[in-house]
């Protein structure tokens, strides 16, 4: 992506900028650990400015990065000091390491917060999801808790074997997956329904931590298998949405339009249950199916699957659904509120992964601190270089909006201290023209970025003048 690449709304004179700017009167500068689409977006954005960094050439180890099929990828430049910067896209490992001795001035920004794993930790995620609902029911009802079960029935491995084992023989015969704690793409995962086969792999295939000097085995989840998942063309997905916090004190998010599901490149079947191309929806596991069409990829668009949806099932139930993924959004986050170190710098764009089941239940399966931002195709590239140049719109840097928007770009504004609600004139949610919910909630809706940025743009510069 070349630099003169424009999104409208950056149209401004350099002189225009700088006067609102709250960097001052220079250009922006900015780092990045990564070499994928989030590189192109930062390197076309105007009057941003790359600075050399010792741990730009880094590759992220939980992401793959490689370049989609028909990109260049942007050669590395030449690093070799620790510049200074306002705007860091690092990867954990490096907030890890640096976050409790750094000291971060008014302007700069850094993404993750220092203890995100709170979350997107697979065994912490659900032990914080529990922790809230118990607390909702204590405080406001057992009714007020059923609005937390959204996620499948997950124990930690190997802390609540004895009670998972409890659980599996009130169960005979369903099926279980079991899922390292901290890692992804698929990878450790396999699903079983004999007990046998878990104390096997207890006696001798706990893997031990990369730490050598612990001998202490790698913490698993098990997991209820959703056996009924929806199916398209006989297929299972899972759908990935766009999850942006900018302050968790108090808790502010916002929810991009756009988003995919990844479908698995096998017909659905419970009698493969060993068979990864069947059960995993991952595009890391996919892409390595013997029939795999890179072309064609194996997702479809949101908004091509709200149109499914709605076509198939009527508007009622689909704003249901849309609804129940709106509540684990925001409950997600919630259960975490008071864990999380809040931090002005730091923001997070998490990438869910929610699942339908064949009653269009919507089911957390994860939550995800560093989504793949490495593009599978054209389309794909599209999506994830307006989500990111949009994450820089909100964040806004360059101090050209108002902060009062509730829509900036294909990111709506889903909570901010409490749920926000869409303005009247504002009912676009459209796969089919009508309005869909009160909610500031528009994921799968039609995504006009470029027009919006254009209007908010102008508007805030009118008021700004004023
Ligand atoms: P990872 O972090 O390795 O991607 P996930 O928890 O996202 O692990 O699981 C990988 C894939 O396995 C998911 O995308 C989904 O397709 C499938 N999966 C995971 N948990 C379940 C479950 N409880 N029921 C049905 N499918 C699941």
Known sequence: MSKNTRVPGYMQSKAAR?????????????????????????????????????????????????????????????????????????????????????????????????????LTRKNLMVKNLKRLKKQTEREQGKSEGLSFDFHPTTYELPSEYHIFVEEFKRNPGITWIMKPAAKSQGKGIFLFRRLKDITDWKKGEYQPLTDTTREVPETYVVQRYIENPYLIGGRKFDIRIYVLVVSYNPLKVWLYRDGFARFSNTRFSLDSIEDAYVHLTNVSVQKNAPDYDPEKGCKWSTMRLRQYLTAKHG???????????????????????????????????????????????PWLIEINASPSLTASGKEDYELKFGLLNDLLNVLDLENRLTGKEKRIGGWDLLWDDGPVLADDGNMECTTNGTSVTTANSFLGCHNDRKRQLREIYTSAQAIKKT
């Open 18 to 118: 700088n006067t609102r700017g709250i960097i001052g009167d220079r250009e922006i500068r900015f780092k990045c650990s990564l070499q994928n689409t989030i590189l192109d977006v930062l390197r076309g954005r105007p009057g941003w400015q790359e600075v050399p960094g010792p741990n730009i050439q880094q590759q992220n180890s939980q992401q793959n990065n490689k370049p989609a099929a028909g990109y260049q990828p942007v050669p590395p430049i030449q690093r070799n000091s620790d510049g200074d910067w306002d705007f860091y896209w690092c990867d954990r490992e490096w907030l890890h390491q640096n976050y409790d001795t750094m000291f971060l001035h008014e302007h700069q920004k850094i993404l993750h917060f220092r203890n995100h794993y709170e």
């Open 315 to 361: 508007s009622e139930a689909v704003k249901k659904v849309f609804k129940g993924i709106d509540n684990i959004i925001t409950k997600g986050l919630q259960s975490v509120q008071k864990i999380i170190i809040n931090d002005k710098h730091c923001f997070e764009m998490y990438g869910y992964d929610i699942l339908l089941d064949s009653d269009l239940k």
